[in-house]
């Protein structure tokens, strides 16, 4: 018996090892993963790369655009209270990535997730 399951794992850290990943660890099932620290691209890039796939899928491209346009003009509306318009840009900003976060978790997950990420970003804007 246990002959058999260090055969098994064997097998599985020469297949991962074969693959080129490094830094294999295993979570309970046994399936290998890559083990990588968080790095600054990684925060940048994910969620470009999930605003990406979710364009890709047909009913959900209007409900993006929507999703953007709204929160583009939630932020503007925001830059109007502002008598100088250069640092209210950043407010923009923050507003509009916060009305997407807000519109994907909403769709993904459910509405108590998004309102709390909504909070976090305008807590963000006030410190």
């Not at 993006?64 to 939630?74: D, R």
Request: aromatic content about 12%.
């Amino acid at each position: 018996m246990q002959l058999v399951t260090n055969r098994i794992s064997r097998s599985r850290l020469y297949q991962a090892n074969r693959s080129g990943v490094t830094g294999v660890s295993r979570d309970n099932r046994g399936d290998s993963f890559p083990n990588r620290p968080l790095h600054l691209g990684f925060i940048i890039f994910k969620p470009l790369r999930l605003l990406v796939n979710i364009t890709k899928q047909t009913e959900s491209k209007t409900r993006l655009i929507f999703g953007l346009v709204t929160s583009t003009l939630f932020g503007l509306i925001h830059m109007t209270n502002y008598t100088n318009p250069i640092a209210a840009i950043p407010l923009c900003l923050t507003q509009t990535f916060g009305g997407l976060t807000h519109w994907y978790l909403q769709e993904r997950y459910f509405v108590s997730i998004s309102i709390v990420t909504h909070m976090v970003f305008n807590l963000i804007l006030w410190l």
